[in-house]
């Protein structure tokens, strides 16, 4: 197959995806290559996606199944990029497929190989509010529904014991130990980047009590809550399993002094939640503490509007590093100073930190493997002297969804066809010359 006709896409989120559907559309072999064991990205953490309040998991899955029955699109999971040289219309390029130790093919996903290893892990995907074992999937409803297997961890992989358990337990002989990482070498006429996003790490702001203090919880622990694939299946407990939370305040634009950006969408999670969480627990209060509020579309302003005449009582405040959070029994006490620089004091239940968006992790090697640039906050960079907000430093090589920056999914998607459409113009002139 001519190289032209075969696209590198990084990163299966919502950008990734929908840049595979498209190439795949319009004749192009793709290869999907993400470097986790599931494709879907940030997207299928969050229980309901904003501004229209839809269900990620039903707006995400078909477009999972679909990807994962085209012929014409390669999903290579566990795997990562390792080298790449040559330039538009013939990148080389070198992808470590790592084991699973699962065989694909073989397995049903009916989860008979969890309940017996001995071994747990933190489970990062589930912000670590419960465990997984040394074989798993990330979170209910996984796709591909295969688990992996930590090589790192398990007793038969890693010499520590004789452990065979998983193997025994399953019925489709589907586990397999000997399976070993395997090198793809493939040439492609273009590169799309669409690695997603982090958050910034709360130690950045050790001072509002995250670790600390079980009261505090980070956005994404409480997209985890409320997700009915989650940890709890959508039920709003604190974090010893029992107790229901009656008031909850949730602290805006975090970390964005230090990031020195607006993260763009952070504004929107306090009416989401006020939402949810107003459905879910009868007569909870909900205080937002914000210093401004950012709503870069007018359906997050509608949002906004109705979430803040009916749902939740908005307190401003003269900023973080004014702002203090103590444990005081049971609750969260947060001493702040309002409008008229008077201190006053909220105690609730929980608190919520909207983290900063960041860079997703591995970014900064991955951009000097491409040779392409980032810009001054770690995003990559689009030159302003090229058309469209997708071209790269580099020719052939695209970006697309919050590897660019922080953005809602509607942008990441309308980005990832946009790479899709520059690169069908590019690989066509290549042609025509």
């Given at each position: 197959m001519n190289p032209s006709d075969k696209i590198l896409v990084i990163g299966s989120g919502i950008a990734g995806m929908e840049a595979s559907l498209m190439l795949s559309k319009a004749g192009k072999k793709v290869y999907l290559v993400e470097r986790l064991p599931l494709i879907g990205g940030n997207t299928i953490k969050t229980g309901e996606s904003f501004p229209n309040m839809e269900c990620s998991t039903c707006l995400v899955a078909p477009i999972q199944q679909e990807i994962l029955q085209d012929k014409n699109i390669e999903v290579m999971t566990v795997s990562n990029v390792e080298k790449v040289s040559g330039k538009t219309g013939n990148f080389a390029v070198s992808i470590t497929k790592k084991a699973r130790y699962v065989n694909i093919a073989a397995c049903l996903g009916c989860g008979m190989c969890y309940p017996v290893c001995p071994i747990t892990q933190p489970n990062n995907w589930e912000q670590n509010l419960v465990e997984k074992k040394a074989i798993y999937v990330e979170c209910a409803g996984s796709l591909p529904n295969v688990p992996v297997i930590d090589p790192s961890l398990c007793l038969h992989l890693n010499g520590k014991g004789e452990c065979n358990l998983c193997a025994e337990a399953c019925m489709f002989g589907a586990i397999d130990f000997l399976e070993v990482d395997e090198l793809v070498e493939e040439n492609f006429g273009a590169i799309i980047v669409a690695t997603g996003f982090s958050t910034l790490d709360t130690q950045s702001v050790s001072q509002l009590g995250h670790g600390k203090i079980p009261g505090v919880y980070t956005a994404y622990e409480i997209e985890r809550l409320l997700a009915s694939?989650?940890?709890?299946?959508?039920?709003?407990?604190?974090?010893?399993?029992?107790?229901?939370?009656?008031?909850?305040?949730?602290?805006?634009?975090?970390?964005?002094?230090?990031?020195?950006?607006?993260?763009?969408?952070?504004?929107?999670?306090?009416?989401?939640?006020?939402?949810?969480?107003?459905?879910?627990?009868?007569?909870?209060?909900?205080?937002?503490?914000?210093?401004?509020l950012c709503f870069p579309d007018k359906r997050y302003q509608k949002l906004n509007d109705e979430t803040r005449k009916e749902k939740a009582k908005y307190i401003f405040h003269q900023g973080i590093d004014k702002l203090e959070v103590n444990e005081a029994g049971d609750m969260v006490e947060i001493k702040y100073f309002d409008e008229k620089g008077k201190q006053s004091s909220l105690k609730v239940d929980m608190l919520v930190l909207t983290m900063a968006i960041t860079p997703s992790e591995g970014i900064e090697e991955l951009s000097e493997l491409l040779s392409i640039e980032r810009d001054k906050f770690g995003f990559i960079y689009t030159p302003k002297d090229r058309i469209g907000s997708v071209s790269t430093s580099r020719e052939g090589i695209f970006v697309a969804g919050c590897a660019e920056g922080p953005k809602d999914i509607q942008s990441s998607v309308l980005q990832g066809e946009a790479a899709v459409g520059q690169i069908m113009k590019l690989l066509n002139d290549k042609v025509e010359r």
């Open positions: 694939n989650g940890p709890t299946e959508g039920l709003i407990v604190m974090r010893d399993g029992e107790r229901v939370p009656q008031s909850i305040a949730i602290l805006h634009c975090v970390g964005r002094k230090e990031v020195g950006y607006c993260s763009n969408v952070c504004c929107s999670y306090p009416a989401r939640y006020a939402h949810f969480l107003r459905e879910k627990v009868a007569d909870v209060k909900i205080y937002d503490l914000y210093t401004d």
